[in-house]
C-alpha cells in the first residue's frame, strides 16, 4: 500500500517540494493509517485534532491518542476542544453540520497563520461509495453521484484510491494503534445504516463490487465535466450579464426545446428546486418570479432576469445642511453655486430658499408623485418608470430625493418642477449623482 500511496501522490510533488502539509487526525483508523503513510514518506506535516466533547471520555481518549501519536512521531500537533452542544444551541442547526463548519474554520486558520499549503483528510473509497448512496437515495443529479472529489480548494483526499479493508490490513500488518468511534456503529444515521446493512448486501450481490464502483464512479466524473464544459457553453450564449443581472432571451431559450431538466442544468448553480415552476416563466406574464434563498429568476417581457436576492431597503437617509457629499447608498454631492453651468441626467439645479434640511433619500413606493420639471401637473412615480420602461430590478433600485414628504429628484431621472430654479432665485443648490 505505501508503494501505490506514494505513485498515487507524486503528482501534488509534496516530495519534491517539501510541501508543508496539515493532517486532519480524529484518532480513527483512516486517519492514522494516513499519519503513518505520511511519516513513511518523510513528508513535512503537523498534525491537527478536534475534540468536541460529544462521546464524554471516549472524546478525551481520542485527544490523548492523537497527542501520544504527534509525540511519537516528534510532529507539531494542534488540539482545540469545542463545547459543540452549546454552541449548536446558540446558533441552531444540527450538531453534525455545526462541528463541520467548526472544523474547517479552525483549520482554516492554522492553514493562514502558519503556512500550510494543503489540508490532508482520511476519506477513502467506502466514504465515496456511502456518498454516493445518500445522494442517489435524497435525489440528485450528475454532480451528486461522483462521489468525494479528490481536492477541492485546499483540502486534499490521498485515500480516496484506497478501500477500508485495504487500509485495516495494512495497519494490522505495521502494528498501528488507533481508536473506534462507538457512534459509527449507531445505524439511525443514514450513513451507517448504509455502510452496515446495504453495503454489505451489494458485496454479496458482486464480489468486486466496490473496484466497479469505482470504475462507473470514474467514468461519471468523466462525463459530468463534459457536461459541465458543455454548460458553460450553453450558458455563453444564452446568459448576457449587465451589472448585476444576467439577461436571457426567452426565443433563444425556446429553441433549444427546453424542459424542467434543461431549467434545473441551466440553473440548478443558483440554488432553484421548483423546476415547474422555472418552466412555466417562459410563458408567464411580465412580473411573474420564482426565488431560492439566493437569487431570483424573473419574467420580463421577452427575457427571463436572474439575479443575487438582495432584500429591498426601507432603510432613510437623510442629508444634512453641513453634508457636502454623501457615499451610502447613494453618491451624491452638493455644492452652492450662483447660477446653472453643467447640465446632464444626473445633475439638478434646486432654489436653495424653497428647501428645508435635512433632506430624505429614500426608495420609491408605490403611491409617490411629483411635478415634472416644466410641467405644472402631478405625474407618479410609477407611471415614469413604466415609460421609461425599465424591468422589475432597476425599478427597485430608484431612489428618491425628498424635502419632507415632497419629491425634488426622481434621482437620475427628473427632478420636480416645484424646486426649480427660477427669477426670484437668490441661491442656488447644484446636486450631482456620481459614477452612475
Not at 414 to 421: A, C, G, L, T
Request: hydrophobic share 40%.
Amino acid at each position: 500500500m505505501l508503494k501505490k500511496f506514494e505513485k498515487h501522490i507524486e503528482k501534488w510533488r509534496w516530495q519534491e517540494n517539501k510541501t508543508p502539509l496539515l493532517i486532519a487526525c480524529s484518532g480513527g483508523l483512516d486517519s492514522v493509517t494516513l499519519v503513518h503513510l505520511c511519516q513513511q514518506l518523510n513528508l513535512e506535516f503537523a498534525i491537527a485534532h478536534c475534540n468536541f466533547n460529544l462521546r464524554g471520555l471516549e472524546s478525551d481518549a481520542d485527544e490523548v491518542l492523537v497527542r501520544l501519536l504527534g509525540e511519537k512521531l516528534h510532529k507539531r500537533t494542534f488540539i482545540k476542544s469545542f463545547d459543540t452542544k452549546k454552541i449548536t444551541e446558540q446558533i441552531g442547526g444540527s450538531i453534525q453540520m455545526v462541528a463541520r463548519e467548526l472544523r474547517y474554520d479552525w483549520f482554516d486558520e492554522l492553514m493562514e497563520k502558519y503556512g500550510y499549503k494543503a489540508l490532508l483528510t482520511a476519506h477513502q473509497s467506502n466514504d465515496s461509495l456511502e456518498t454516493f448512496l445518500i445522494n442517489l437515495s435524497r435525489g440528485t443529479g450528475l454532480a451528486g453521484l461522483t462521489g468525494i472529489p479528490e481536492h477541492n480548494g485546499a483540502i486534499r483526499r490521498p485515500l480516496l484510491p484506497f478501500s477500508r479493508g485495504e487500509i485495516w490490513n495494512y495497519a494490522k500488518s505495521e502494528g498501528l494503534e488507533w481508536r473506534e468511534d462507538s457512534s459509527n456503529t449507531d445505524t439511525k444515521y443514514l450513513r451507517n445504516k448504509i455502510r452496515h446493512e446495504l453495503v454489505p448486501k451489494l458485496n454479496e450481490l458482486h464480489p468486486t463490487f466496490l473496484q466497479n464502483f469505482e470504475n462507473t464512479l470514474n467514468r461519471l466524473t468523466v462525463s459530468e465535466r463534459l457536461l459541465h464544459h458543455y454548460k458553460i457553453q450553453l450558458q455563453e450564449e444564452l446568459f448576457k450579464i449587465e451589472d448585476d443581472i444576467i439577461s436571457i432571451e426567452i426565443e433563444k431559450l425556446k429553441k433549444h426545446k427546453p424542459d424542467q431538466n434543461w431549467m434545473y442544468f441551466l440553473f440548478s448553480d443558483y440554488g432553484f428546486t421548483q423546476w415547474a415552476d422555472a418552466l412555466a416563466l417562459l410563458n408567464a406574464e411580465s412580473g411573474k418570479e420564482i426565488r431560492s434563498q439566493t437569487h431570483r429568476l424573473l419574467k420580463d417581457r421577452n427575457h427571463l432576469l436572474l439575479r443575487e436576492l438582495k432584500s429591498i431597503q426601507d432603510a432613510i437617509f437623510f442629508i444634512g445642511e453641513e453634508d457636502a457629499s454623501i457615499e451610502e447608498p447613494l453618491s451624491l454631492e452638493f455644492k452652492s453655486t450662483t447660477g446653472i453651468k453643467e447640465l446632464g441626467a444626473d445633475i439638478i439645479y434646486v432654489d436653495y430658499n424653497k428647501i428645508n434640511f435635512p433632506l430624505v433619500l429614500r426608495k420609491w413606493k408605490e403611491g409617490d408623485w411629483f411635478v415634472p420639471f416644466g410641467m405644472s401637473g402631478r405625474k407618479k412615480v410609477a407611471k415614469l418608470l413604466k415609460d421609461e420602461k425599465l424591468d422589475v430590478f432597476a425599478k427597485e433600485n430608484i431612489w428618491v430625493l425628498c424635502n419632507k414628504d415632497e419629491i425634488i429628484w426622481v434621482v437620475g431621472k427628473r427632478s420636480d418642477n416645484r424646486f426649480k430654479v427660477d427669477k426670484d432665485t437668490k441661491k442656488v443648490l447644484k446636486i450631482t449623482l456620481k459614477g452612475n
